[in-house]
T-cell receptor, first 116, second 115 residues
Framework: AQTVTQSQPEMSVQEAETVTLSCTYD???????LFWYKQPPSRQMILVIR??????QNATENRFSVNFQKAAKSFSLKISDSQLGDAAMYFC?????????????FGRGTQLTVWP | DVKVTQSSRYLVKRTGEKVFLECVQD?????MFWYRQDPGLGLRLIYF???????EKGDIPEGYSVSREKKERFSLILESASTNQTSMYLC???FGTGFYNSPLHFGNGTRLTVT
């Protein structure tokens, strides 16, 4: 079974600063996807960013970027120029590309607080 | 935009009741999922379905069943609700078997309280 570990239950950052959320995973698969989802107080899960394991280049989406270390099985999310609207629960997730139908394995989440 | 709609945002039920949580998606997605979200535990997969009338157990199926009679609708059933099923329930859907272009789309969740 795949496992996803988020070791930081809570993080906080000052507005306009940078914060990094950690995620590690355990798998024997070689081809997979990794994701970061954001869940604001509205409860709507929003896909922030995704990374294909076969791609060397780290994914970026505007202020959000990842540091993907395949050998170390690490997948951290960096949020630059943090904004109040970034405050949310962040979930790291894993999907085996060869497995069933888009099933995701989630970490336990990191609650991010953004201070003005 | 894909819309995944869960019929209730909040639900309060009594122990022993049969409870139905409904989820409808409007994008003709093949795959549908029910997750349970608890503080400190993240999201755990209860059941999923990849086609009408098909279902697969997830990681925590005990105490739950599902029904998918139509492609757009996926129901989660608590046959006899218990207090340990008090939780947030999230429905999600995705397109086909190719994952790259089809991330999960989630509903807004149903917060179920069993008293």
């Amino acid at each position: 079974a795949q496992t996803v570990t988020q070791s930081q239950p809570e993080m906080s950052v000052q507005e306009a600063e940078t914060v990094t959320l950690s995620c590690t995973y355990d798998t024997s698969e070689s081809d997979y996807y990794l994701f970061w989802y954001k869940q604001p107080p509205s409860r709507q899960m929003i896909l922030v960013i995704r990374q294909e394991a076969y791609k060397q280049q780290n994914a970026t989406e505007n202020r959000f970027s990842v540091n993907f270390q395949k050998a170390a099985k690490s997948f951290s999310l960096k949020i630059s120029d943090s904004q109040l609207g970034d405050a949310a629960m962040y979930f790291c997730a894993f999907a085996d590309r060869g497995s069933t139908l888009g099933r995701l394995y989630f970490g336990r989440g990191t609650q991010l607080t953004v201070w003005p | 935009d894909v819309k995944v709609t869960q019929s209730s945002r909040y639900l309060v039920k009594r122990t022993g009741e049969k409870v139905f949580l409904e989820c409808v998606q409007d994008m003709d997605h093949e795959n549908m999922f029910w997750y349970r979200q608890d503080p400190g535990l993240g999201l755990r997969l209860i059941y999923f379905s990849y086609d009408v009338k098909m279902k697969e157990k997830g990681d925590i199926p005990e105490g739950y069943s599902v029904s998918r009679e139509k492609k757009e609708r996926f129901s989660l059933i608590l046959e006899s609700a218990s207090t340990n099923q008090t939780s947030m329930y999230l429905c999600a859907s995705s397109f086909g078997t190719g994952f790259y272009n089809s991330p999960l789309h989630f509903g807004n969740g149903t917060r179920l309280t069993v008293t």
